[in-house]
């Protein structure tokens, strides 16, 4: 290798190392990153906001970089007994951002340190919070009025509602305050805290269906028990409806066959008056005709006033 080659080549690796020593002193703090820097695993200095391009010792210190941002913490549902031992699952999420990131990095190192932190934190503040308050004031947030429908009035739910005087939304916030107190101790600062879901224990939710089943039966049972009375109401109006108008008709129609009668026997009376004899003669025909036959036998005497035409035809 020449001389002139050999100077190349030095010249190439002294540029690369100044390179690589110059990229590792630098570093870039963006709009959403804060950073503290470490010598030997110890920070050096406070933390570095500004956005922009900062220079460090390569190689013996190094950039630790963290969010500025808001961050989500979302929490197990833990199992909690209420005031009034009502046992219940409790789900809640809060929101949280490192305030501090020299005593974030001291206490809890990262970001996972810190869910743990707050886990068992929020965790606990909110079991002791939720202890000391009813169900009732943990369901509700007010004390708005329920719409009252006919299966509320039923069950008389309404009335049995006691008012709250504290509600979720403020037990929220007490849970808030208790756990701001604790997390500037690691460099965090809550935003809010809020109660996600709430639900009862397994036990305890078979047992409110069954209430609840039993309850709509109930119900179901008193609209059979309604529609069984009126369904009964109306087939009694149905016969004496039914009687009246068979009543109705008879009378009508006895009115009508007495009427009817009536002028057959006017008829009759005018036609008798017109030939007594006459008369006596047809109607007596029609008594042979509905009681002779071939087979019909008459024991009468010989005077008999049945046999009055029967003899005069004789003759």
Same mark, same amino acid.
């Given at each position: 290798m020449s001389r002139a080659t050999r100077n190349i080549v030095i010249v190439a690796g002294a540029f690369f190392i100044f390179l690589i020593i110059l990229l590792s002193s630098l570093y870039t703090v963006s709009e959403t990153n804060q950073v503290i820097?470490?010598?030997?695993? /110890?920070?050096?200095g406070d933390a570095v906001t500004k956005p922009g391009l900062h220079m460090k010792v390569p190689f013996i210190q190094q950039a630790h970089f963290f969010e500025k941002r808001w961050?989500?913490?979302?929490?197990? =549902?833990?199992?909690?007994? !209420?005031k009034d031992k009502k046992y219940i699952w409790v789900d809640t999420y809060a929101r949280w951002r490192i305030s501090n990131p020299l005593v974030f990095y001291q206490r809890v190192r990262d970001e996972r340190g810190a869910q743990s932190r707050?886990?068992?934190?929020?965790?606990? +503040?909110?079991?002791? +919070?939720?202890?000391?308050?009813?169900?009732?004031?943990? +369901?509700?947030s007010s004390n708005r009025? &329920? /719409?009252?429908?006919?299966?509320?009035?039923? *069950?008389?739910?309404?009335? =049995?509602?006691?008012?709250?005087? !504290?509600?979720?939304?403020?037990?929220a916030q007490i849970i808030l305050e208790r756990t701001s107190l604790i997390t500037p101790e690691f460099g965090v600062e809550l935003k809010d805290i809020k109660i996600k879901g709430i639900n009862y224990v397994e036990e305890v939710q078979r047992k409110v269906f069954d209430?609840?089943?039993?309850e709509r039966k109930r119900i179901a049972s008193k609209y059979r028990s309604e529609g069984d009375g009126k369904s009964a109401e109306?087939?009694?109006?149905k016969e004496r409806e039914l009687k009246k108008i068979q009543s109705e008709a008879y009378r009508t129609a006895q009115e009508i066959k007495g009427k009817a009668d009536a002028e057959a026997t006017k008829i009759y009376a005018r036609a008798y008056n017109l030939d007594p004899e006459f008369y006596q003669f047809t109607k007596t025909l029609d008594t042979y005709r509905a009681i002779f036959d071939k087979?019909?036998?008459? *024991? *009468?005497?010989?005077? =008999? /006033? &049945?046999?009055?035409?029967?003899?005069?035809?004789?003759?």
């Open positions: 820097i470490t010598q030997f695993g /110890e920070p050096k961050l989500e913490w979302d929490g197990d =549902a833990n199992q909690i007994p !209420t707050i886990d068992d934190i929020i965790d606990g +503040v909110t079991r002791n +919070v939720i202890a000391n308050f009813d169900l009732i004031e943990i +369901v509700r009025e &329920f /719409e009252i429908t006919e299966e509320i009035a039923i *069950l008389d739910i309404a009335e =049995a509602i006691p008012e709250i005087e !504290t509600g979720r939304e403020k037990i209430r609840m089943i039993a109306i087939r009694g109006q087979e019909t036998l008459l *024991l *009468l005497s010989t005077d =008999a /006033e &049945f046999l009055k035409y029967l003899k005069s035809s004789r003759k």
